[in-house]
């Protein structure tokens, strides 16, 4: 299956704290994108990575993405509450032509 | 530049009647994905339409599912004789025409469709 997995499915940490949620795949792929939902919300596109590209940077996020490994890491620096929030990847490919899949997410709690 | 829009927001159904979801994509967009998200769950990719046509829709259920994209006018996703598994929260996305695979897929806020 070509289908993104976070990991962890959940995580609380306490405002001011870095928060780092992982993604694994399983095929290759041409990007992966990192989405946003807020409860009761649509999603909202965070960032945008491609194959050739191991790091990229958006204000308080850093995503990485490890070709070899198949995998991808989001970290928010210095969370707030309001980044709190479902998290997913999304994996796009060729093979598996025009959409994404998404993993089941991970749900984030930032404390205050 | 009005994102994506999707109504109603909120759908109730009894079980045996028609939900129909309607999409309007972002201005210049020619590309619109349904998705379903079940409760405590990711989304899950149900069919693809570019104007007039039906780009991919392997991931549509194959009765009582149907999905439009007419040349003027909404994206239409049609469940007839709505039971109540069908109750979920259904997104759309659109995208620009296509340079490559995977793209990025804008979001509407969702239809949230319950079956009594």
Known sequence: SQQGEEDPQALSIQEGENATMNCSYK???NNLQWY???????LVH?????SNERE???GRLRVTLDTSKKSSSLLITASRAADTASYFCATGSDNYGQNFVFGPGTRLSVLP | NAGVMQNPRHLV????QEARLRCSPMKGHSHVYWYRQLPEEGLKFMVYLQKENIIDESGMPKERFSAEFPKEGPSILRIQQVVRGDSAAYFCASSPPRTGAGETQYFGPGTR???L
Not at chain 1, 46 to 50: N, S
């Open chain 1, 27 to 29: 095929t290759s792929i």
């Open chain 1, 36 to 42: 946003r939902q807020n409860s009761g919300r649509g």
């Open chain 1, 46 to 50: 965070l960032i945008l990575i491609r």
């Open chain 1, 56 to 58: 990229k940077h958006s």
């Open chain 2, 13 to 16: 159904r009894r079980r045996g």
């Open chain 2, 113 to 115: 469709l319950l079956v």
